[in-house]
């Protein structure tokens, strides 16, 4: 069983650059959510997606976006980098909406803004 | 916004001790979830909670859940070296956004 990739693991980026992250999800897997850890601090959830839809968001701006393609693989798209979105941007995927089953990580993508 | 508080935030244990790690949090939720992050690593996770008493046990570590209390404990019992690393808490709402809490960053010393 393949979980969760992201790509790429680090990445530099000049303030007002825009980057995209991308995250295939473990197989069988049709949410995927997405979140921003800063340094010494717990994951804060940006938002997720299900079968393709946005169904929830946390207090991120809309320079934030993403996308969730038919095979569940998604992407984050961050537009005009502020130095403050430097972070560990982690990508969680599980089966379903349920709660009986947690949420499996990738390893993250490091961004750094400069 | 849903709250998530855990403490203490930093705690550095002999080998062999035992200790508790709280987490509290602000509304009804009786979903919760115990994950381990290691430094430069991705979170795995550890136990999942969902009902009002659920205890669940994994070798060295227990979880409980008081969900009128809206409190969670991990009790590390006689800790090794291969335990340090940062626990995360997370509940969920009721529109399925997981709210973790600041971590609780734990070191067993020989």
């Known amino acids: 069983e393949t979980g969760v990739t992201q790509s790429p693991t680090h990445l530099i980026k000049t303030r007002g650059q825009q980057v995209t992250l991308r995250c295939s999800s473990q197989s069988g897997h049709n949410t995927v959510s997405w979140y921003q850890q800063a340094l010494g601090q717990g994951p804060q959830f940006i938002f997720q997606y299900y079968r393709e839809e946005e169904n929830g968001r946390g207090n991120f701006p809309p320079r934030f976006s993403g996308l969730q393609f038919p095979n569940y693989s998604s992407e984050l798209n961050v537009n005009a980098l502020e130095l403050d979105d430097s972070a560990l941007y982690l990508c969680?995927?599980?089966?379903?909406?349920?709660?009986?089953?947690?949420?499996?990580f990738g390893n993250g993508t490091r961004l750094t803004v400069t | 916004e849903l709250k998530v508080e855990q403490n203490p935030l930093f705690l550095s244990m002999q080998e062999g001790k035992n200790y508790t790690i709280y987490c509290n949090y602000s509304t009804t939720s009786d979903r919760l979830y115990w994950y381990r992050q290691d430094p430069g690593k991705s979170l795995e996770s550890l136990f999942v909670l969902l009902s009002n008493g659920a205890v669940k046990q994994e070798g060295r570590l227990m979880a409980s859940l008081d969900t009128k209390a809206r409190l969670s404990t991990l009790h590390i019992t006689a800790a090794v070296h291969d335990l340090s690393a940062t626990y995360f808490c997370a509940v969920t709402d009721t529109g399925n956004q997981f709210y973790f809490g600041t971590g609780t960053s734990l070191t067993v010393i020989p």
């Open positions: 969680a995927s599980r089966k379903g909406q349920g709660f009986n089953s947690p949420l499996h």
